[in-house]
């Protein structure tokens, strides 16, 4: 039996290879059909009518594999869209495609015992009369089929590539499933650039009663979508009318798909999964840079990785740190969330009772929650969705299920809610369950009540009177405000004459060049957070290192003032102060270029805790000998701002978190967003639009809005102390007073003990005399009142000398803090307007 079975195994090989031999024998001219008369052999190509795409054999980067695939013929950078054998390369050039007795599509390969080997084939396409031959027929749209040659519709066919995509998804082609045939259109990552064979990386619609796209890592999901909500997916505000392509969703018994279609045919445009990047991309063709260029990226931020806040939990890209939990939420382990863990996620202030005091809370502008426990009828109005959630104790939201038009049919969710993010604009509505305790404000019946009472208060004791005061003078702030921005951005113009705009010869980076640095701005990138969006390392193609700062749609910091630092600091050149290398403008992103610092900022050091002793500072690795260079620096940073440079320079918000450090330390003054340009004769000025931050502000600014160079003054005596006491001024705790660190250094200095001010985690001798030389300094800085205060030539010369200097008086802002503001403070937060609010109550 064993032997009858390897005879019939080599007659059968045998039969291939005279078959094979048949075919060789004939020469034809291959253009873009193989029939059974004609083949394709290694070293030869079928191109498209068109003259779009071309198919053949190829070997990926640098390896010497032979796969058989499909390009684009007209673009020079050899890209691949679709592989045939991509989990079974071909060892030689010995490959051939061609087309069997029986019909099928074959690769053939022989190996060194001229054996053939069957690579790769369809057998039995469906719907095949073999009494009509088969020809193969590659496409203008990149789609290989198989079809009946004698079939008179032929757009009919009998298998085609498209339905079994690689890594690529081109126009006209479906990711998703054929329902009927059960057939999954997934993309599907290639290894590496050397090898085509499936990757981890997976892209596909999830089949349930909510369908929406997901990326899978393996077996881990990895990003998703959203829903689709009859004008895009819930999670994909970007996805809108656009002139370069439309797209569909379509959901129905038969098929569930989304698939896109150029709108201008000599656009040449593609998504693929990178595994290399955990991506996926857009690109488009610019023909001018012989480039593919980044239009799209997948996933766009750190809010867009699967269920990165855990259950009920909510991430908002602007906030730091990004994970909240919903309102009427907690988290369920308090001490991993402040760890920035979130993988638990939150749970309910009070349980569910399901009973006729259970509610709905509104939530809006979101991407809705993961949707494999929904249940949805698209013929329901939300009214009737409504009631029917409410009478599930099991159905935890609902809302509509389409958007067009005010909202139709009904989409409800069981379990937890899991991968919500808030978006800036184009996010959806949903309903949640909650407890009466818990709606609070939410519930729209008791703000009717509520504004209704209130108003009635109001007629009965006059009060009308008193609102119209109130809405005439925060109209006339509001006025006084928008004045003071129109002056502000007139001295701005101003400014950009002085220093001459057109001399700027600064880089504009694209954005896909900054996104392909950033590997799409991802969390492992990022370097930390300010009051304006997160800063992230990135690294150009030449292998340069930058540092991207992103500034948030939300933050505080618009065109005035990012075009306020470009301006400043492309002007300034000390070695003390960072390097601008260039910046980005595209649609709403605005992102500044900054040479790369590797050892962050001052407050990393100063501040944060270690990995290994969560005990212990990093302050610990900061001796006083670099701790003195970096005073030294920041010193010399300020006086070259307000003396030395040819512009005169107020920063306005000098901080630990805005001194960045070199490979050898060495300190950079960054940010100039807030700074402000005086004449060489102007002295102070006065805004009513007061920037900075608490802690380090001098008083004169914080409460009357003057600032000059002694305000800055005052913000290096506080920086000063901080880097002596390796302690923060705001947020300060002692166990006998509660004193900021400005009044527990000038309650030693009075003392006579101010060498309990130093850090105890000095790992090198120092020099007491010379650390208590710094305390006076700083005690000089932050003197109460302005004309008290050093110059910053003064203090360079009193840092390098031991001159005598003149005793301290009074510091300003030394009191002690309010338990209820200490409460409700942020380590550092953007003051808002200077002026007094009287607090109205509005429903929401």
């Not at 198919?55 to 058989?68: D, E, I, T």
């Not at 402000?676 to 600014?701: C, H, L, N, W």
Request: net charge neutral; hydrophobic share 35%; with cysteine.
């Amino acid at each position: 039996m064993v032997l009858q079975k390897s005879i019939m195994a080599i007659l059968c090989s045998l039969l291939l290879w005279i078959e094979l031999l048949n075919v060789y024998s004939k020469a034809f001219d291959v253009a873009d059909t193989i029939n059974p008369s004609t083949h394709l052999s290694d070293g030869k190509t079928l191109s498209s009518k068109g003259g779009s795409f071309e198919l053949g054999f190829f070997s990926p980067g640098n390896s010497q594999k032979r796969y058989l695939g499909i390009w684009y013929k007209k673009i020079p950078i050899r890209t691949v869209v679709w592989v045939a054998n991509r989990d079974n390369p071909i060892d030689d050039l010995s490959g051939v495609l061609m087309i069997n007795s029986t019909g099928s599509l074959v690769l053939l390969s022989t190996n060194e015992t001229t054996l053939v080997n069957i690579i790769w084939s369809l057998s039995s396409p469906k719907g095949a009369h073999h009494q009509n031959p088969v020809v193969a027929q590659l496409l203008d749209s990149g789609n290989l089929v198989l079809r009946d040659e004698k079939d008179s519709d032929p757009e009919r066919y009998l298998w085609q590539s498209f339905d079994y995509p690689t890594d690529t998804l081109l126009p006209g082609m479906k990711v998703g499933w054929d329902l009927r045939s059960d057939l999954n259109r997934r993309l599907t990552s290639w290894r590496s650039a050397d090898d085509p064979s499936s990757g981890e990386l997976t892209y596909d619609i999830e089949r349930h009663n909510f369908p929406e796209p997901s990326m899978w890592k393996g077996s881990s999901k990895y990003y998703r979508s959203g829903p689709w909500n009859g004008l895009r997916f819930s999670g994909a505000p970007d996805l809108r009318p656009n002139p370069l392509y439309q797209f569909e969703f379509k959901y129905s018994q038969e098929e569930a798909f989304y698939r896109y279609q150029l709108r201008n045919k000599s656009v040449v445009s593609r998504f693929v999964l990178n595994q290399t990047s955990n991506s996926g991309q857009r690109y488009i063709w610019i023909e001018a840079d012989q480039a593919w260029q980044a239009y799209m990226i997948l996933p766009r931020d750190h809010c867009d990785n699967y269920g990165v806040c855990g259950a009920h939990g909510i991430c908002v890209i602007s906030e730091s740190p990004v994970c909240q939990c919903l309102k009427g939420f907690r988290p369920k382990s308090q001490e991993r969330w402040e760890l920035m863990d979130w993988s638990e996620g939150c749970v309910r202030n009070v349980p569910l009772k399901c009973g006729d005091k259970d509610g709905f809370a509104k939530f809006g502008v979101l991407k809705l929650p993961e949707t494999t426990q929904t249940w949805v009828n698209t013929s329901m109005n939300l009214r009737d969705c409504r009631a029917k959630c409410f009478a599930n104790c099991s159905c935890m939201a609902y809302t509509n299920s389409d958007i067009r038009g005010g909202g139709s049919g009904c989409a409800m969710w069981f379990g937890d809610l899991i991968d919500i993010r808030q978006l800036p604009s184009s996010g959806q509505d949903i309903y949640i369950r909650m407890p009466a305790s818990e709606l609070g404000a939410n519930n729209w019946s008791w703000i009717k009540i509520a504004v209704i009472t209130l108003a009635s208060i109001a007629i009965v004791s006059g009060m009308l009177s008193v609102s119209y005061y109130i809405f005439k003078r925060k109209r006339n702030l509001k006025e006084e405000e928008e004045e003071e921005e129109e002056a502000d951005s007139n001295r701005g113009k101003d400014q950009n004459a002085e220093v001459g705009k057109e001399d700027l010869e600064l880089p504009l980076f694209k954005l896909a060049i900054i996104v392909s640095a950033t590997n799409n701005f991802s969390f492992n990138k990022k370097l930390g957070e300010g009051g304006f969006g997160p800063v992230y390392k990135g690294t150009l193609l030449d292998g340069q290192e930058i540092a991207v700062k992103r500034l948030s749609i939300n933050s505080g910091q618009g065109l005035c003032e990012f075009k306020n630092e470009v301006i400043l600091i492309a002007k300034l050149q000390h070695r003390n102060l960072v390097r601008l290398l260039g910046y980005c403008v595209q649609g709403e992103e605005k992102m500044l270029i900054y040479e790369y610092m590797p050892n962050k900022s001052l407050d990393f050091f100063l501040f944060g805790l270690t990995l290994s002793k969560p005990n212990q500072t990093r302050s610990k690795l900061l001796n006083w000998s670099k701790r003195f260079n970096i005073i030294c620096g920041i010193a010399r940073g300020i006086l070259y701002l307000h003396h030395d440079s040819r512009l005169r320079i107020i920063h306005r918000d000098l901080k630990a978190s805005n001194i960045l450090l070199d490979a050898e330390m060495n300190p950079k003054i960054s940010d100039f967003g807030f700074a402000r340009i005086f004449r060489s004769d102007q002295i102070e000025a006065k805004t009513r639009r007061v920037v900075g931050t608490y802690g380090y502000m001098a008083p004169e600014y914080a409460i009357d809005g003057l600032f000059s160079t002694k305000s800055d003054v005052f913000s290096f005596g506080v920086l000063l102390l901080e880097i002596v006491a390796g302690k923060k001024n705001r947020g300060f705790n002692h166990p006998s007073h509660s004193l900021n660190l400005i009044g527990h250094a000038w309650k030693l200095w009075n003392e006579g003990t101010a060498v309990e001010l130093i850090d105890a985690l000095y790992v090198n001798i120092y020099s007491t005399s010379e650390v208590l030389r710094c305390i006076h300094i700083a005690l000089l800085c932050v003197q109460q009142h302005p004309e008290d205060r050093p110059s910053m030539s003064y203090v360079v010369q009193m840092l390098g000398s031991e001159s005598t200097m003149p005793p301290p008086k009074q510091p300003g802002f030394f009191i002690g803090r309010n338990p209820l503001e200490e409460a409700n403070s942020s380590p550092e937060k953007l003051c808002s307007a200077n002026g007094i609010t009287i607090t109205v109550m509005e429903p929401r």
